[in-house]
């Protein structure tokens, strides 16, 4: 069985563990459900908050081109040339890369007006913009961890597949580095999170135990509080 997938939902040796991206995913997933819901959230006129909320949408929005460009460098060519059935697919998910940016062009267009004055209908704009690039997003998780991560267990090597995720991390912010960990752990399952974890050095390790968690705790609670009120909204 490919290392993507054993019966423990542990990695084995010979195959790319392709299920670190499903991982991945959950982080856009999530996030890209929340974003629209803080936008909306945000009273009129409140242009801290909107300040804060656009700080992270900009946060957001480069973690999600670093990783489809990623996708664009070092996978896509891979399967091109090795898979047999892989160029139509390809294009597929290069044109899915297409829309989504093109969602995001809007969310460009609305979020500077909306981050200045906190504008209520800047921000309903906003959040509709968010809405559409959600919709575009997941058909292409979706697809890709359908039909794109078989054929990369299949045609990529361990060390190919795992550069991927070093490439992730090498253009990472240091101080970014502990929010991300705290995201992709978030929804993880307890091998999940040991897994990852695992891969981190220990020193590493040992600062998200006694720093990261909570800072990551609170940094969450900081943009999610106002949510627990917006019921009626």
Not at 31 to 37: F, G, I, Q, T, V
Not at 38 to 58: F, I, K
Not at 186 to 195: G, S
């Amino acid at each position: 069985m490919p290392r993507s997938s054993t019966p423990s939902g542990l990695p084995v040796a010979d195959r790319p563990y392709t299920h670190e991206m499903v991982v991945v995913h959950r982080v856009f997933r999530r996030e890209s459900a929340l974003l629209p819901r803080m936008v909306r959230a945000v009273p009129d006129g409140e242009s801290a908050r909107a300040a804060q909320v656009s700080a992270y949408l900009t946060d957001y929005v480069l973690g999600l081109h670093h990783h489809h460009t990623l996708e664009d460098e070092l996978i896509w060519p891979l399967l091109r040339a090795r898979a047999d059935d892989a160029e139509e697919l390809v294009a597929r998910m290069e044109e899915q890369h297409g829309r989504i940016d093109s969602t995001l062009e809007a969310v460009a267009l609305w979020a500077p007006q909306w981050q200045r004055s906190a504008d209520s209908v800047a921000g309903q704009e906003l959040a509709l913009a968010l809405d559409e690039h959600r919709l575009a997003l997941l058909d292409h998780l979706d697809d890709e961890e359908r039909l794109v991560l078989p054929l990369v267990a299949e045609h990529l090597t361990v060390d190919e597949w795992d550069l991927v995720g070093r490439r992730g991390l090498e253009n990472l912010p240091k101080d970014k580095v502990m929010f991300a960990i705290g995201a992709i752990l978030e929804d993880a399952t307890e091998d999940e999170r040991a897994y990852f974890l695992g891969k981190a050095p220990l020193l590493g390790r040992l600062v998200w135990k006694l720093v990261g968690r909570r800072q990551y705790a609170a940094a969450c609670h900081a943009l999610r509080a106002p949510l627990s009120g917006e019921a009626g909204r």
